[in-house]
């Protein structure tokens, strides 16, 4: 941001001369600060909770593990053939028993992942993604072991009997290769015991989603089984700075967000559902059924105590409290008892996000970049600060930077005309000024409630418009770059292409300046834009509490946050400096220095005479 001011703008009466700048200044200062907290507001309240699918069934109690001790009060939740009453005995002498005699496991690997699955329970232990890093520089690793060891791994299997997900996400399946696995090769998970027959096959390409089919059978008859990811990511201390995760659904084309407080325990949700998942500020788990008409979703939350985990602090920290956790599963509901899902697990990079396409529809997992209210515009700056990185940078040290810093004096050379239009209107308005004191002079002796005092407002309002004053000319730079701002505000934080994305002495663009040079930058910065930027006819004392408010509240706004946002704002500001600075001394800042000066000298004899008269 180069200026934060309504420049150029002298005094008038009624609210249009004498303090309009001014009172511009503050207003613009009131939006500012609301839109900042309401934009943490907003991430918090906007996304409407789920509606609860409205059946006749009764919603038995969630479980996932052992440990959950709550049996099942209802089976009417899985396929009306579920609940026959076959004597378990029956069945487990017509099934021979398929179990492994011990732990092992099996390794996927292809150029983007490294996937360890467990024959307990056929779930992953580890989902390594190869081009990212947790904070201490090591393999990041999706799967959070605090939450997995709580609710369960990822893949875990969700029946709405307790006793029964406790059976098949505890027992030992046979595997169909244990040891390292070519992508290109299926894995099957195989368990028979007592009557309950489980397949787990999943299949994998050279991409971020696998291919997930299960099929659970008591007796013969099967059982409504769903695939789960219980525990959140493993990137917590990322996440936890900016809020836990949130639900992610798309209906009939229409994608939401919920937050996890927002996540009803235990709700079965009927479709349509292209996709539905969970994802943090960078990574996504995102199920895509393969058949969207009759897919089904589960919902549950829990919670855990990170404090012990989490190292990240900051603005907006939740150091120390509880995380949400959603659990969430996808089936097809038929006849059949097969769940069949796409699973998308990877980074929320746009680029990635785009080319995966739920089945039968031409939509995208795009949505899932959820910058916030300004969510278009960020959209769009993101999309330019990709094109500079790719095509003008080209991969320099510290690219990312780079392309902040380009696009920065990109944004403020094309705004340049308008601080030009700026300075003319303040001019003219400047050399109307004893006009429009004359004016005020007139009607000084009517109360502020009197109608009269609409007259002179009609008058000074005539007056600009025959002499071609846009009171609110001095306005149009700060309300062309606040949404910018803002949409910077909302994106950085959430773009996985910056995360770890060092420029100097910065080590990561979405994550707080280590040493706070840039904030302090910011602050030194923003008072040089207040003091060089033209402002006569504002009150003195208001011009001060400006002058330190608004450097005052910058630093604030970058102090914890992402250190993108207070490159971006210092490079504005400086770029800022140097634009005033130079206008400042053409013929039209100098005309408008004299006329200043000659006001000030006026307003000084006033004083002066007033003040030896009452001697």
């Known amino acids: 941001m180069a200026e934060f001011k309504n420049p150029n703008q002298s005094g008038g009466a009624g609210g249009m001369g004498g303090g309009t700048d001014s009172k511009?200044?503050?207003?613009?200062?009131?939006?500012?600060?609301?839109?900042?907290?309401?934009?943490?507001?907003?991430?918090?309240?906007?996304?409407?909770?789920?509606?609860?699918?409205?059946?006749?069934?009764?919603?038995?109690q969630p479980g996932i593990q052992a440990q959950q001790a709550q049996q099942s009060t209802s089976q009417s939740m899985s396929q009306p053939a579920s609940g026959s009453a076959a004597p378990v005995a029956t069945g487990a002498s017509a099934t021979p028993a398929i179990q492994a005699a011990a732990e092992s496991t099996t390794v996927v690997e292809n150029e983007l992942y490294h996937i360890t699955f467990s024959n307990r329970g056929g779930d992953v232990i580890s989902w390594i993604l190869?081009?990212?890093?947790?904070?201490?520089?090591?393999?990041?690793?999706?799967?959070?072991?605090?939450?997995?060891?709580?609710?369960?791994?990822?893949?875990?299997?969700?029946?709405?009997?307790?006793?029964?997900?406790?059976?098949?996400?505890?027992?030992?399946?046979?595997?169909?290769?244990?040891?390292?696995?070519?992508?290109?090769?299926?894995?099957?998970f195989h368990y028979a015991a007592n009557g309950l027959d489980v397949t787990k096959t999943f299949s994998f390409d050279e991409t971020y989603v696998i291919h997930a089919d299960v099929l659970v059978t008591r007796n013969g008859v099967p059982i409504r089984a769903l695939i789960s990811w219980p525990g959140g990511f493993g990137d917590q201390n990322n996440q936890i700075s900016y809020g836990s995760a949130q639900l992610d659904t798309m209906r009939d084309t229409k994608e939401d967000h919920i937050a996890p407080k927002k996540v009803s325990n235990g709700d079965t949700l009927n479709g349509p559902f292209e996709w539905v998942g969970v994802s943090d500020m960078y990574f996504a788990t995102i199920f895509l059924p393969d058949s969207p008409a009759t897919a089904t979703v589960s919902t549950m939350s829990n919670e855990i105590d990170v404090q012990k985990t989490i190292q990240r602090t900051g603005f907006g920290s939740s150091n120390g409290k509880p995380v949400m956790?959603?659990?969430?599963?996808?089936?097809?509901?038929?006849?059949?008892?097969?769940?069949?899902?796409?699973?998308?697990?990877?980074?929320?990079?746009?680029?990635?996000?785009?080319?995966?396409?739920?089945?039968?529809?031409?939509?995208?997992?795009?949505?899932?970049?959820?910058?916030?209210?300004?969510?278009?515009?960020?959209?769009?700056?993101?999309?330019?600060?990709?094109?500079?990185?790719?095509?003008?940078?080209?991969?320099?040290?510290?690219?990312?930077?780079?392309?902040?810093?380009?696009?920065?004096?990109?944004?403020?050379?094309?705004?340049?005309?308008?601080?030009?239009?700026?300075?003319?209107?303040?001019?003219?308005?400047?050399?109307?000024?004893?006009?429009?004191?004359?004016?005020?002079?007139?009607?000084?002796?009517?109360?502020?409630?009197?109608?009269?005092?609409?007259?002179?407002?009609?008058?000074?309002?005539?007056?600009?418009?025959?002499?071609?004053?846009?009171?609110?000319?001095g306005c149009i730079p700060t309300l062309i770059q606040m949404p910018l701002l803002f949409a910077f505000f909302g994106m950085l934080p959430k773009v996985v292409e910056l995360r770890h994305a060092s420029w100097f002495w910065l080590p990561d663009l979405t994550s707080a300046d280590p040493y706070h040079i840039l904030p302090?930058?910011?602050?030194?910065?923003?008072?040089?834009?207040?003091?060089?930027?033209?402002?006569?006819?504002?009150?003195?004392?208001?011009?001060?509490?400006?002058?330190?408010m608004m450097p005052a509240f910058s630093g604030y706004m970058t102090w914890n946050y992402a250190s993108g946002l207070a490159l971006y704002w210092s490079v504005g500001n400086l770029i800022g400096i140097a634009q005033q600075a130079v206008m400042n001394r053409t013929s039209l800042g100098r005309e408008m220095r004299q006329i200043a000066a000659k006001r000030a000298r006026r307003k000084a004899g006033n004083a002066s005479t007033t003040l030896q008269a009452r001697r």
Do not use: C
């Open 24 to 60: 511009s200044l503050i207003l613009v200062m009131i939006v500012m600060v609301g839109v900042f907290f309401g934009l943490q507001y907003y991430r918090q309240k906007t996304n409407p909770p789920v509606e609860p699918a409205k059946t006749a069934q009764t919603t038995a």
């Open 130 to 188: 190869k081009s990212q890093k947790d904070n201490q520089g090591k393999p990041l690793d999706l799967v959070h072991r605090q939450a997995a060891e709580a609710f369960g791994y990822p893949l875990s299997l969700y029946t709405y009997d307790s006793a029964t997900t406790a059976a098949i996400n505890q027992a030992l399946y046979v595997p169909s290769a244990t040891g390292a696995l070519a992508a290109s090769t299926p894995l099957t």
């Open 325 to 473: 956790v959603p659990v969430v599963g996808a089936s097809l509901g038929d006849t059949s008892g097969h769940t069949s899902t796409r699973i998308y697990v990877g980074p929320k990079a746009v680029n990635v996000l785009r080319n995966i396409h739920p089945t039968g529809t031409t939509a995208s997992l795009e949505p899932l970049l959820d910058f916030g209210f300004f969510g278009i515009i960020g959209k769009y700056l993101f999309l330019a600060l990709q094109f500079l990185h790719s095509h003008v940078t080209l991969g320099w040290a510290g690219s990312w930077g780079w392309a902040i810093v380009f696009l920065t004096i990109a944004i403020n050379l094309l705004i340049l005309p308008l601080r030009v239009k700026t300075m003319q209107s303040g001019l003219k308005m400047q050399r109307i000024q004893p006009q429009m004191d004359a004016i005020k002079e007139r009607y000084k002796k009517f109360k502020v409630t009197d109608p009269k005092r609409n007259d002179m407002n009609a008058e000074i309002m005539k007056l600009q418009k025959d002499n071609g004053v846009n009171m609110f000319g």
């Open 520 to 548: 302090i930058v910011m602050v030194v910065s923003q008072f040089l834009v207040q003091f060089y930027t033209p402002s006569p006819g504002v009150d003195p004392q208001q011009q001060k509490m400006m002058a330190f």
